[in-house]
T-cell receptor
């Protein structure tokens, strides 16, 4: 099964905050990423966090990491209709034989309603 | 130039055809990747090239043949594909440095096998 788990769907009203959650199981993870994918497009890297950090903020995006619970979240403030997309969390491991491999979650479909 | 480009955008091919997908980046990245993505699923890693050498092959069938002619270019040669190979094929690149090694994705090629 997948090592990275996400809820599959989130509906949010325009202007509200969105919180997308992710859990991972590999304690050797070093970097955790959030990607956004709009319909028919590739993946856009939104932000990442190093595993020894608790929080990272970048404009409307806030990433929180609880390493003890292996829980990662992405908060989007003042959600806009352009934020409607699928959001993937992904982890990378810093071991020689797994270098270059990202383990993706299943993706959370975020729908923003007016 | 901070983007990964892929051509063609769409491709329809029969099971006896031979075709190629092309990916290009001019960011000086030394690692390049091919992913396969089915609808509503996360990307699945197929191949990784590091410094123009194949470093990871995720047990991909031989009807998919990657090629990295130089550090900026990555091809995926397709031959005798099956209808289940229909998917979005994504290319990505990264700097290949220890630590955070963000992967930047292209827009993908939508492949349909008839």
């Amino acid at each position: 099964g997948e090592d990275v788990e996400q809820s599959l769907f989130l509906s949010v009203r325009e202007g509200d905050s969105s919180v997308i959650n992710c859990t991972y199981t590999d304690s050797s993870s070093t970097y955790l990423y959030w990607y956004k994918q709009e319909p028919g497009a590739g993946l856009q890297l939104l932000t990442y966090i190093f595993s020894n950090m608790d929080m990272k903020q970048d404009q409307r995006l806030t990433v929180l990491l609880n390493k003890k619970d292996k829980h990662l979240s992405l908060r989007i403030a003042d959600t806009q209709t352009g934020d409607s997309a699928i959001y993937f969390c992904a982890e990378s491991m810093a071991t020689t034989d797994s270098w270059g491999k990202l383990q993706f979650g299943a993706g959370t479909q975020v729908v923003v309603t007016p | 130039d901070t983007e990964v480009t892929q051509t063609p955008k769409h491709l329809v091919m029969g099971m006896t055809n031979k075709k190629s997908l092309k990916c290009e980046q001019h960011m000086g990245h030394r690692a390049m990747y091919w992913y396969k993505q089915k609808a509503k699923k996360p990307p699945e890693l197929m191949f990784v090239y590091s410094y123009e050498k194949l470093s990871i092959n995720e047990s991909v069938p031989s009807r998919f043949s990657p090629e990295c002619p130089n550090s900026s270019l990555l091809n995926l040669h397709l031959h005798a594909l099956q209808p289940e190979d229909s998917a979005l094929y994504l290319c990505a690149s990264s700097q290949e440095k220890w630590g955070t090694d963000e992967q930047f994705f292209g827009p993908g090629t939508r492949l349909t096998v008839l």
